[in-house]
Structures are given as C-alpha cells and as structure tokens.
C-alpha cells in the first residue's frame, strides 16, 4: 500500500515536471523567447510552401499569414539578427511572389512590403533557400536503389567496438545527415552534444543506466535533445519527444550509413537524474533531454544479439474496420 501511493507520488511529481517544463517554455501561453519566435515564424513560412506544393493551388492562399511573418519577421531581425530561419522565410515569402505573379495573381500590395522589408535587410544569396522545387520520380526512385532492406537488417545495436575514435569530419557529416528527417513544420528542434574526450565520454555514460559491461569500449557518445521552446499548442506537448525520436533514429542510420555501430542509451529517467546530468552539460531547460547515443569504429567481427522481431500480424493491422 505504502509502495502504491509512493511509486503514484513519484509518478505524479516526474509528470509534473515535464508539465512545468512545457509550460514555462514552450509557446502555449505566449510567445516571448527567441527560440518562440523562431518557430511561429518556421510554422508560417513551412505553411507558404506547402501551400505551394498541393495538386491544385488555392490561389491567394496565406495572404494573412504571409503579412503576419513579414511583421514578425521585421522585429525579429531586429533583435536577432538574420538567421537560417530568416534566411528561409525571405526566401520562401519570395517564391509564394514569383508564384503569384507567375499566374497573373495580384498580390502587388504585399509583396511591396516583404520587398520594403528585403530592402532594410544585408542579404545575401537565398534563392533555393525556400520555396518550392520540382522533383521527378526518377531522380527519387534512383536514389532509393540501395537494397535498403538489407542495409535495415544489418543495423544492429552494437556493443563492441574497436579502440579507434570517430574524427570530427564524420561527425559532422553523420549529423549533418542526421539533420535531413523530418521534422513537424520543418521546425528541427533538435540538438546534439557530441563527446569524443575518453574521460568525457565515460563521466557522462555515469548518468547513464543501460552501458555496464560495454562503456569501457565506448569513444564517441551523442546526447540528442529536442528544445521545447520551438513547440507550440497543448496538442504538442509530445511533440518534442516524438520529434527527438525520429531525429535519433535518423542518426543512428547515418552512423550505420558510415559503417560505423551505434547504439541507442535510454534516457529513461526520473526528474533528479535528469536534473543532475543537465547541471554536468549545461543543457538549458528549455531543452528535452531524447537519448543517449554510443557510437564507435567496428571491430572486424564481433557478436551482436539476435534481437527477434515480432510477426507482421501483430505489427500491421490492414485496413481494420471503421464503426
Ligand atoms: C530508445 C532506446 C533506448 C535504448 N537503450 C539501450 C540501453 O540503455 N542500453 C543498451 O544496451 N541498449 C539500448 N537500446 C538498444 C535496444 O536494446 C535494441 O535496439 C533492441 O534490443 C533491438 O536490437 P537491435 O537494435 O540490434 O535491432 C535502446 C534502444 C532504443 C530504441
């Protein structure tokens, strides 16, 4: 009984945490941080270019949303700077123009303004940096002609690894690619820290749960985290997770893309753990702390578990019936 409503407090308290954590950073109640204001800006400027990307255009579609982020856009400038968000909404605001003018739609008044705004800002090159472009089932199908099947089954959660570390090039280029998933309304809320110092790399795997036996073999760790502050709506008070997911996963598969092993480290944890390791790397608390992630040279042969997977059946309900 006592155990019961312990295990409840603890629940409710790790609940609660979470919850003060969205509250006070995401923009559910107002928008007032950079990061606030960044994403309300990303949220229209990814709504002008789908717009742009229906089978039929409506259009005139997002006159009032493209007057909003000209305005939004003026004031942030003007505190921030320009920015890759910037950078993409002038250069998106731009196409939805050219897109109207292009089909003998006037929207001459507006595009005065974005023009009044362009003017006032030390731009350089951003055409292709928004918008829209035409791609062909070509150029898509040729680029998925790697057996990906195969390359999905031979990623494993690997747990040895060779001494040799991950320079800082590939580093890069794993998260770079890490950086091409999707993302909701392209807002790309996440981070990640990436430790190659050996004693770093072990002082941070101590926060973590799930590495005995194997953290003595580890030289490259990630710590992937989603910023809250680029969430918006009660609706998204998980989006931060779900987008931290597919982040992490994205970055396991362009380590595997290396022929390099990965794998995951839970950050299944309770507020005080969470807290603790934030204090050692100075994650802001506007950011969620997704996962861990070792990651390390392969060794030229090495055992991994079989890890059997459940059957189609239980995974894939086909068009179940609606009521
Ligand atoms: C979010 C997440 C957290 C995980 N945490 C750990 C962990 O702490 N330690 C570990 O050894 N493996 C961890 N794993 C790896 C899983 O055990 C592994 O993915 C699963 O058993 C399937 O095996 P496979 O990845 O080789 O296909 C984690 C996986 C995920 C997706």
Not at 92 to 117: I, K, M, N, V, W
Not at 172 to 199: E, L, W
């Amino acid at each position: 009984m006592l155990t019961t409503l312990k295990t409840n407090f603890a629940l409710a308290r790790a609940f609660a945490y979470d919850f003060l954590r969205y509250r006070k950073f995401s923009f559910v109640l107002r928008q007032t941080s950079r990061d606030n204001r960044r994403a309300i800006i990303r949220i229209f400027a990814h709504y002008l270019e789908g717009g742009m990307c229906f089978p039929e255009v409506r259009l005139g579609y997002g006159q009032d949303k493209s007057r909003s982020v000209i305005e939004k856009l003026r004031s942030y400038t003007q505190d921030f700077g320009v920015d890759e968000t910037v950078v993409w909404a002038m250069a998106t605001l731009e196409s939805y123009f050219d897109f109207h003018r292009g089909r003998g739609f006037d929207l001459s008044a507006l595009e005065a303004e974005f023009r009044q705004l362009s003017g006032e800002m030390d731009l350089t090159e951003i055409e292709g940096c928004g918008g829209f472009e035409t791609v062909t089932a070509d150029q898509i199908q040729a680029s998925g002609s790697v057996d990906f099947e195969q390359f999905l089954r031979q990623r494993h959660s690997v747990r040895q690894y060779s001494g040799d570390s991950i320079d800082q090039e590939t580093i890069r280029k794993i998260v770079k690619n890490a950086q091409q998933c999707p993302s909701v309304c392209n807002r790309q809320a996440c981070r990640v820290y990436a430790f190659t110092d050996p004693q770093d790399v072990q002082t941070v795997l101590a926060f973590q749960a799930g590495n005995s036996g194997f953290h003595q073999e580890i030289r490259t760790l990630f710590v992937v985290t989603a910023n809250i502050g680029e969430m918006n709506l009660i609706g998204e008070r998980y989006q931060g997770w779900i987008d931290g997911g597919i982040f992490a996963m994205t970055l396991a598969l362009a380590i595997h893309a290396e022929g390099l092993g990965a794998c995951f480290l839970n950050w299944s944890t309770e507020p005080g753990q969470d807290r603790a390791l934030r204090r050692c790397l100075g994650i802001g608390d506007e950011e969620l702390v997704i996962t861990m992630m070792a990651a390390g040279q392969l060794k030229s042969e090495f055992r991994v578990p079989v890890s059997h997977r459940k059957t189609l059946d239980e995974v894939l309900i086909l068009d179940p019936p609606l009521s």
